[in-house]
């Protein structure tokens, strides 16, 4: 039953993108929005007599669901730059380093709220982010409004958290009441034993276990240069994969980050498994990692979406670039003739939230999910003549291009600020952990 009041309308939207089964496209389109929720989608003046706590005019603009980032370091924004010309081992050396100096709860938080906003003014609005002192990481990333998905790291050694194996469990044990208390948007519950050179396969099977039994999702590095995949075999005469499906890791549901070189048989594996892969390739060129071959991929039904990676690989947390150049390389690699541009965005929007097993509340514009929203200004020389939407999406469309943003229906982004969080106080904090992490450095 259509009610006369709702919480906000957004109206005039030039161009709706529903990202739905059909993927329409809508011209001159409003939505509402009550509790969080869609409730409305039709032309303009269908909804005309309804009234609105907010109404926002969207002439000028398109309309579409917020990005979502399936592989990320927040908190490693205050690492940018930090780790350069090197391939992946060196950043490592270099990263962990750095870390070691200046990364504790209250900078996590700090770094992990830097890389919210970041995210949420390029137009992202979910993020599956793997850091130590989640707990931290969740708190910053809340205050910034951003529907933010953590959990419980888990390496064989104590790392910079200085925690013991059986503190991680009982930590992961908890992670569930820590989401309540900590609150922000609904998200699911995963847990991210980080790679499989960092955990020995007895370690991945109690995360394998103890995921299942929490009904919770997992997150982990897999094949993310050639390297890894030779110390591995070397190790165990297994891939990275199949020592992810003989230990049980892929019982629940799975994203790996990077899996830039998998065998033809990882690729079966992970597809049998309906798992999914956050392609990085940003990240991946940045490091001399790899290309990794998307369309094999999706050709095998292995499903894949698109990850910025961490600040401190890819300098920078912007989703449009990311998906540009998976365009691009996917042309290269398969000839732009085979290249879909709307195949691209839901990478990025639908397919990403089915990863995470949020399709039915976020990742496309669809009566009764939530309301995780973006408007891009059409109203730029670089936007300007339209001819084919989603191309504009894949190959046009900038950060910068992002006006407005709301998470849960709460509006994080008015006018391209955000509306949580007072950026001259957060960059000041952020300059004074920059000149200690410097003068620690020269020690």
Same mark, same amino acid.
């Given at each position: 039953?259509?009610?006369?009041?709702?919480?906000?309308? &957004?109206?005039?939207?030039?161009?709706?993108?529903?990202?739905?089964? +059909? /993927?329409?496209?809508?011209?001159? =389109?409003?939505?509402?929005?009550? /509790?969080? @929720?869609?409730?409305?989608?039709? *032309?303009?003046?269908?909804?005309?007599?309804?009234?609105?706590?907010?109404?926002?005019?969207?002439?000028?603009?398109?309309?579409?669901?917020?990005?979502?980032?399936?592989?990320?370091?927040?908190?490693?924004?205050?690492?940018?730059? %930090?780790?350069?010309?090197?391939?992946?081992?060196?950043?490592?050396?270099?990263? %962990? #380093?750095?870390?070691?100096?200046?990364?504790? $709860?209250?900078?996590?938080?700090?770094?992990?709220?830097?890389?919210?906003?970041?995210?949420?003014?390029?137009?992202?609005?979910?993020?599956?982010?793997? =850091?130590?002192?989640?707990?931290?990481?969740?708190?910053?990333?809340?205050?910034?409004?951003?529907?933010?998905?953590?959990?419980?790291?888990?390496?064989?050694? $104590?790392?910079?958290?200085?925690?013991?194996?059986?503190?991680?469990?009982?930590? !992961?044990?908890?992670?569930?009441?820590?989401?309540?208390?900590?609150?922000?948007?609904?998200?699911? #519950?995963?847990?991210?034993?980080?790679?499989?050179?960092?955990?020995? *396969?007895?370690?991945?099977? @109690?995360?394998?276990?103890?995921?299942?039994?929490?009904? !919770?999702?997992?997150? &982990?590095? &897999?094949? +993310?240069?050639?390297?890894?995949?030779?110390?591995?075999?070397?190790?165990?005469?297994? #891939?990275?994969?199949?020592?992810?499906?003989?230990?049980?890791?892929?019982?629940?549901?799975?994203?790996?980050?990077?899996?830039?070189?998998?065998?033809?048989?990882?690729?079966?594996?992970?597809?049998?498994?309906?798992?999914?892969?956050?392609?990085?390739?940003?990240?991946?060129?940045?490091?001399?990692?790899?290309?990794?071959?998307?369309?094999? =991929?999706?050709?095998? /039904?292995?499903?894949?979406?698109?990850?910025?990676?961490?600040?401190?690989?890819?300098?920078?947390?912007?989703?449009?670039?990311?998906?540009?150049? !998976?365009?691009?390389?996917?042309? +290269?690699?398969?000839?732009? +003739?085979?290249?879909?541009?709307?195949?691209?965005?839901?990478?990025?929007?639908?397919?990403?939230?089915? !990863?995470?097993?949020?399709?039915?509340?976020?990742?496309?514009?669809?009566?009764?999910?939530?309301?995780?929203?973006?408007? &891009?200004?059409?109203?730029?020389?670089?936007?300007? *003549?339209?001819?084919?939407?989603?191309?504009?999406?894949?190959?046009?469309?900038?950060?910068?291009?992002?006006?407005?943003? %709301?998470?849960?229906?709460?509006?994080?982004?008015?006018?391209?600020?955000?509306?949580?969080?007072?950026?001259?106080?957060?960059?000041?904090?952020?300059?004074?952990?920059?000149?200690?992490?410097?003068?620690?450095?020269?020690?």
């Amino acid at each position: 039953m259509i009610t006369s009041k709702v919480d906000t309308l &957004i109206i005039n939207a030039s161009y709706l993108i529903t990202v739905n089964k +059909e /993927n329409q496209v809508h011209k001159n =389109y409003s939505i509402a929005i009550t /509790n969080g @929720q869609i409730t409305h989608i039709a *032309p303009t003046e269908e909804l005309a007599h309804l009234e609105a706590k907010n109404k926002f005019d969207a002439h000028g603009k398109i309309l579409a669901p917020g990005l979502i980032n399936t592989h990320t370091h927040l908190a490693m924004s205050l690492l940018r730059g %930090w780790a350069e010309g090197v391939d992946l081992q060196g950043f490592l050396d270099r990263v %962990w #380093t750095a870390e070691s100096l200046i990364m504790n $709860p209250e900078n996590v938080e700090l770094g992990t709220r830097l890389g919210a906003v970041e995210s949420l003014l390029a137009g992202t609005t979910t993020t599956l982010d793997m =850091y130590l002192f989640p707990d931290a990481a969740h708190k910053g990333a809340v205050s910034a409004g951003i529907r933010h998905i953590s959990g419980p790291i888990f390496l064989d050694f $104590p790392g910079l958290d200085g925690l013991q194996w059986e503190q991680r469990i009982e930590l !992961a044990k908890n992670w569930q009441q820590v989401l309540s208390e900590i609150g922000g948007p609904n998200v699911p #519950t995963f847990l991210m034993p980080h790679a499989t050179y960092t955990l020995s *396969p007895s370690h991945l099977k @109690q995360v394998s276990e103890l995921a299942q039994q929490m009904n !919770a999702g997992i997150s &982990i590095h &897999i094949s +993310e240069n050639l390297s890894e995949n030779d110390q591995i075999q070397k190790k165990y005469s297994k #891939t990275p994969t199949a020592l992810l499906e003989s230990s049980g890791v892929l019982q629940s549901q799975t994203i790996v980050g990077h899996g830039v070189h998998l065998t033809d048989d990882d690729i079966k594996i992970l597809a049998r498994f309906h798992a999914a892969v956050a392609h990085c390739p940003g990240s991946n060129l940045k490091l001399g990692s790899g290309i990794a071959d998307i369309k094999k =991929y999706q050709d095998s /039904n292995l499903a894949v979406t698109l990850g910025t990676d961490g600040c401190s690989s890819s300098n920078d947390l912007d989703m449009w670039s990311v998906i540009r150049l !998976a365009a691009n390389l996917y042309s +290269e690699r398969n000839g732009a +003739e085979n290249l879909k541009a709307d195949q691209i965005f839901r990478m990025a929007t639908i397919e990403a939230a089915k !990863a995470l097993g949020l399709e039915d509340s976020i990742g496309s514009i669809e009566v009764g999910k939530q309301a995780d929203l973006i408007l &891009i200004d059409l109203n730029k020389p670089h936007l300007i *003549p339209l001819h084919n939407i989603f191309a504009q999406l894949v190959f046009a469309v900038g950060r910068a291009d992002v006006s407005d943003v %709301w998470v849960d229906g709460k509006h994080v982004v008015a006018a391209g600020k955000s509306t949580l969080v007072e950026f001259s106080q957060l960059s000041a904090q952020v300059e004074k952990v920059s000149i200690r992490l410097h003068e620690h450095s020269k020690k």
